[in-house]
């Protein structure tokens, strides 16, 4: 089974089951095709040997923080490890068809509403992070990876490189994501887009 088998699947159509041993696969063939052992993953990721070796197995799902770590230690956005970049462009994604990730640790969601595209640089993400969670990243994945991200519904605190900003619906912030980052909210969800490029 190659990473290809989350182009042959609508989302809707998948189990929990089934997308978290797809996502395993694919997680996998990413570490092998870059010739890497699962333990030169662990120093790149600081993820122990063992959580990586259940997590290619199937047996658990990363978390956004995990997710973070994979994508700094391969060099990819994350929409990437959870959907393989498309060579050719897809045009037209419906709604049913979008990749949808599920954290239940952090109450977090993201849906991939354009999938990646060796076409086109610019990537849309829909995501919600329940009341009283904490999401926080080392380090990018890609340095300098242009955001822009709206606010749609809710409250959500952001710290950029350091930087604190308090957004409320309808508020765009922008930025180049040269260090660590953290996605906070309090007595509500946030529910925001966020554009790639």
Not at 120 to 143: F, G, N, S, W
Not at 144 to 152: A, T, Y
Request: aromatic share 6%; proline share 5%; with cysteine.
């Amino acid at each position: 089974m190659g990473s290809r088998i989350w182009n042959n699947f609508p989302n809707m159509e998948l189990s929990k089951t089934d997308q978290k041993l797809v996502l395993a696969e694919h997680l996998r063939t990413l570490r092998v095709d870059r010739g890497l052992t699962l333990q030169e993953l662990a120093a790149k990721s600081g993820i122990s040997r063992a959580t990586l070796s259940r997590i290619e197995n199937g047996e658990v799902s990363p978390t956004a923080e995990t997710l973070g770590r994979l994508a700094s230690a391969f060099a990819v956005p994350v929409s990437q490890l959870l959907t393989p970049m498309e060579q050719r462009l897809q045009a037209f994604v419906r709604h049913a068809e979008q990749i949808v990730w599920l954290d239940p640790n952090n109450g977090y969601s993201r849906r991939t509403v354009s999938p990646p595209s060796g076409q086109l640089k610019l990537e849309m993400i829909e995501c919600t992070i329940a009341p009283h969670q904490r999401i926080a990243y080392d380090k990018p994945a890609v340095l300098g990876h242009e955001h822009h991200l709206v606010l749609l519904s809710g409250a959500l605190s952001l710290v950029v490189d350091g930087e604190r900003y308090e957004l409320l619906p309808g508020d765009c912030l922008r930025y180049r994501l040269l260090g660590s980052s953290c996605f906070e909210t309090g007595d509500q969800s946030a529910r925001y887009f966020i554009a790639l490029a």
